[in-house]
């Protein structure tokens, strides 16, 4: 299979089901900004210092993007049985809402906002919930009736836990957090 399929060449793309869209369509710039957000993920998990815990709460975290993502590229809420395996389940998002609270135990309670920064990985996680915050807002743009609600409450309790895996991440490395 090549890389290239020259079918994008005038500005369109391909959803699930073959429906034709602009790449400038919305639902295209939903999906495109989950994309980024995972990415945003793989750099963080490219850090050699970060702990084996947080690194595979991320790896599962990109492989529930991809999920995520392929639920937006699919606008008859059909996907073709092949991909059956992205449905986004309360589980899930009860697996956020778990290591939310996890990770929290470990932290001293927030007083104040606080800038974002830290060591790498952790100023990267805070970029990274701006990206999910940024994600959602397309999602929720895309309208009710074209999102399931759980891809949508999924989204929103992850842009929590990226911010509660940030201060971990920062904690643990002994990285103060300067607040605001």
């Known amino acids: 299979m090549k890389i290239y399929t020259r ?3 005038a500005g369109g793309t391909a959803l699930f089901g073959g429906t034709r869209v602009s790449k400038a369509d919305p639902r295209v710039a939903a999906y495109g900004e989950v994309d980024e957000l995972n990415a945003c993920l793989g750099i963080v998990r490219a850090e050699q210092a970060l702990s084996g815990d947080i690194a595979g709460l991320l790896e599962q975290l990109q492989k529930d993007l991809f ?7 699919d606008p008859a809420e059909k996907i073709a049985d092949r991909v059956t395996k992205v449905a986004v ?3 899930d998002i009860q697996r956020l809402e778990d290591w939310i609270d996890r990770l929290e135990a470990e932290l001293p309670p927030l007083r104040r906002f606080i800038l974002p920064g830290g060591n790498t990985a952790g100023a990267m996680l805070h970029y990274a919930r701006t990206v999910c915050r940024r994600a959602e807002r397309s999602i929720v743009g895309l309208g009710a009736e074209s999102v399931e609600a759980r891809v949508l409450a999924y989204v ?9 895996i940030a201060r971990a991440v920062n904690h643990r490395a002994a990285q103060p957090e300067v607040e605001w």
């Open 89 to 91: 389940t309360d589980a």
């Open 67 to 73: 999920a995520i993502g392929a639920r937006l590229a």
């Open 156 to 164: 929103n309790r992850l842009s929590d836990l990226l911010f509660v």
């Open 7 to 9: 079918t994008g060449d």
